[in-house]
């Protein structure tokens, strides 16, 4: 019998000093005048085409657009190439999309500094750099033909790959062109498109490039990989928040065919072996002790009580934790005339529950360096991380980024928990053996990383015509930023985004918004619009109930809100959804209609419900969405992640809760933790408002909406408010 016993392993995570000046210290250097993408790209090759990092283009004219951010099904791939082929002017038949290697210094999200997909940033922050390489690849086409030809570039157009010269009638097309074009200097700031000139942009044209491989078994996942030498891993987990390995006995798993090798880790207890059956077969032979000293203690009705007690005013608050303010006007304790409305709001953990269980292939040593193939949402973060494990400069860190079966915000998280497990995994085997670490659906959804469980508390006073005068707000969660690069001083802003900076808070003339932020051993994270996947159901919710209590149609008390805060880009959606959803008629019999209206990561969205009540459950048939997302790339994609996010949002607010019980997760599996079924899928209408300012988001903002919008119609159908989700509870 082999026992072992091990100390606690050192920390994983980037600090924010480290992404910042740190990688610089992997190799003992200092160095001067350098930003932080120049020290995370340290080790990386950095040598591009004559068109820059984002556009190849082959000796037959083929246009291939390196796309920087992770295609995880939100159509980043689509999105992307349609902005550089825009500009181009390229044959849109022609145009490939290709995953951008690891190298913050080349291929950085503008908005992030670092390179890494989320927030709904890809398209936004991605809008003018791929138009400037477009339009600067154009031009130095249109140069080399106007040199070519002797002729004026003045009078030289190019549509559809082909550059032409009418008055001459010669014409080329890019491959013809290459030679010459690349011998150019492309302008620094070359002329874009005017808006009205787009042809790509805006139309039903722009579909998506990875469909056919999906579709045919081409693409590839995590879980396809396959590579001589191939080891797969599996590790027994700590069963509760915070415990770590005290020892473990490791010769029945040993005994396991196919086993190679048992050993600790950071995160647990690994099983390498030769295949998938053998390492999970090695693992459940394992005998493993736990120290629970410093597991988190508490489960989820316990933080909810110690939540809704805090919020009001009840029990003291454990030291330097304080409540901080969000918003703040007038004086909303002072008021003391009018109807007053108080209610709370309870939201659970939400698991991420991607398709695609969280994996990773590591090769640590031999003559190949580091490599990760994995699909990284944040390669930046996943290349420091390994850096700092492998001792290595963050740069040198190879990674082939692979399709994601989803994310959610689940693959970017400051520990890069997955793949450093993997890397210390493959560190230990060595010899730059390839090595897959298997997550099972019951590794992932117990792994933490949660949306965090959350409490609402709100007095809002009345006046005389049934509109906010005084609005109290207490909000209580945990922070996503601390312990993060990205921490704040003071408020975390994700916390409270959506309530925080609200048209109706706007509209209020007094306004006291506070938010505490406790800390808990429960590792939390972005989910899918991250805090206004509880500040719009509290925000939408409330005004429902208000509007009801005054007598006022909610579409009606909503627009004279929004006309107060000048939020016009909110009457617009709201004008625009009732129109199509035929607000000012009767409903069909047995339905009740129900609104939201919520604005996140720069766009607006509307939506009107409508739903039916069987046997006490509300049944959606039908969602009719309007978004302003600014310019619209391609309206198909757009439909289709509002309405994705129309149904993970659905699927939140009918079923989904992350249970624990002292500190253990509860539910590991969709039996217990039930996703929404294509049954259960309402019909979405999306109606795009027309516009020509910059693209905004739209992978998250269609999410929010749709809890508020049912439980609104609920509230008309039965009169009844909904102050917990899920609705729909086991």
């Not at 915070?242 to 690994?270: H, L, Q, T, W």
């Not at 049944?619 to 619209?632: E, H, L, P, W």
């Not at 790339?633 to 249970?659: F, R, W």
């Amino acid at each position: 019998m082999n026992a072992h016993v091990d100390q606690d392993a050192a920390r994983t995570g980037a600090t924010r000093r480290e992404l910042v000046v740190g990688t610089a210290l992997v190799s003992g250097a200092l160095l001067v005048g350098c930003g932080p993408a120049d020290l995370l790209a340290m080790g990386a090759k950095t040598d591009v085409g004559a068109f820059g990092p984002f556009i190849r283009i082959a000796a037959d004219g083929a246009v291939t657009v390196v796309n920087k951010h992770i295609e995880f099904g939100q159509g980043t791939h689509a999105g992307l190439a349609a902005i550089v082929a825009e500009e181009l002017d390229a044959d849109w038949s022609r145009v490939s999309v290709e995953q951008a290697p690891a190298n913050a210094k080349l291929y950085a999200n503008t908005l992030m500094g670092v390179q890494g997909t989320g927030g709904s940033t890809a398209i936004p922050n991605s809008w003018m750099q791929l138009r400037k390489a477009g339009a600067a690849a154009r031009a130095m086409f249109t140069g080399a033909a106007a040199a070519a030809w002797k002729v004026p570039e003045a009078e030289i157009t190019v549509k559809d790959g082909v550059v032409s010269h009418a008055a001459s009638g010669k014409s080329a097309g890019f491959g013809e062109l290459l030679q010459g074009a690349s011998t150019i200097t492309p302008p620094a700031e070359p002329k874009l498109k005017a808006h009205e000139a787009f042809t790509l942009i805006g139309t039903d044209r722009v579909r998506r490039k990875d469909s056919r491989a999906k579709s045919t078994g081409e693409a590839r996942y995590t879980q396809d990989v396959k590579m001589e030498g191939l080891l797969t891993a599996v590790v027994a987990h700590a069963p509760r928040f915070g415990a770590k390995v005290s020892g473990f006995e490791d010769a029945e798993a040993r005994k396991v065919a196919g086993v190679v090798d048992v050993f600790k880790i950071p995160s647990g207890v690994a099983v390498v072996a030769k295949s998938t059956w053998a390492a999970l077969q090695g693992r459940n032979a394992l005998k493993v002790t736990w120290d629970e000293s410093k597991a988190e203690p508490l489960g989820s009705a316990e933080i909810e009580a110690k939540y809704a007690e805090w919020a009001a005013g009840k029990g003291a608050l454990p030291d330097k934790l304080k409540w901080e303010t969000f918003e703040t006007r007038g004086d909303a304790a002072a008021a003391d005339e009018g109807e007053v409305f108080e209610a709370t709001y309870d939201f659970p953990f939400l698991a991420h529950a991607t398709m695609e269980p969280m994996n990773c292939v590591a090769q640590v040593g031999g003559k190949g360096g580091t490599r990760l193939t994995v699909a990284s949402q944040s390669p930046t973060l996943d290349q420091l991380n390994t850096a700092r494990i492998v001792g290595a400069l963050p740069g040198s860190i190879q990674i082939e980024n692979l399709f994601a079966g989803g994310s959610f915000g689940r693959r970017a998280n400051f520990q890069s928990d997955f793949v450093a497990e993997c890397v210390h995994i493959a560190k230990k085997v060595g010899k730059g053996t390839p090595v897959k670490l298997v997550w099972t659906r019951e590794d992932d959804m117990a792994a933490g990383y949660f949306r965090p469980l959350t409490h609402h508390r709100l007095k809002v006073r009345l006046d005389k015509d049934g509109f906010p005068a005084a609005w109290t707000h207490r909000v209580v969660t945990q922070s996503l930023m601390k312990g993060s690069p990205m921490a704040p001083k003071g408020i975390d802003s994700s916390t409270v985004e959506g309530a925080m900076g609200s048209p109706y808070l706007k509209a209020t003339p007094a306004v006291d918004g506070q938010v505490l932020m406790p800390e808990l051993g429960v590792p939390v994270l972005w989910w899918r619009s991250v805090g206004a996947t509880h500040t719009a159901f509290v925000m939408e919710h409330t005004i429902d109930q208000l509007a009801r209590k005054a007598g006022k149609d909610p579409v009606a008390y909503r627009l004279a809100l929004f006309e107060k805060a000048g939020a016009s880009r909110h009457i617009a959606v709201l004008k625009l959804a009732a129109e199509k959803a035929g607000w000012d008629k009767p409903a069909p019999a047995g339905v009740t209609r129900g609104v939201a209206v919520h604005e996140s990561f720069g766009s607006v969205v509307a939506q009107i419900a409508e739903v039916r009540i069987v046997d006490g459950v509300p049944k959606v048939g039908r969602v009719v969405s309007a978004i302003d997302c600014g310019t619209a790339i391609s309206p198909d994609q757009i439909a289709a992640q509002v309405e994705g996010g129309t149904c993970y949002g659905l699927s939140a607010a009918l079923h989904d809760e992350m249970i624990l019980k002292a500190g253990a997760v509860e539910r590991r599996n969709f039996d217990a933790y039930p996703v929404l079924r294509n049954s259960e899928a309402p019909t979405v209408e999306t109606h795009i408002l027309p516009s020509t300012n910059p693209p905004s988001g739209v992978g998250e903002p269609g999410t929010p909406v749709i809890g508020p919008a049912v439980a609104n119609a609920v509230l008309a159908a039965t009169g009844k408010a909904t102050f917990r989700l899920p609705m729909i509870r086991a």
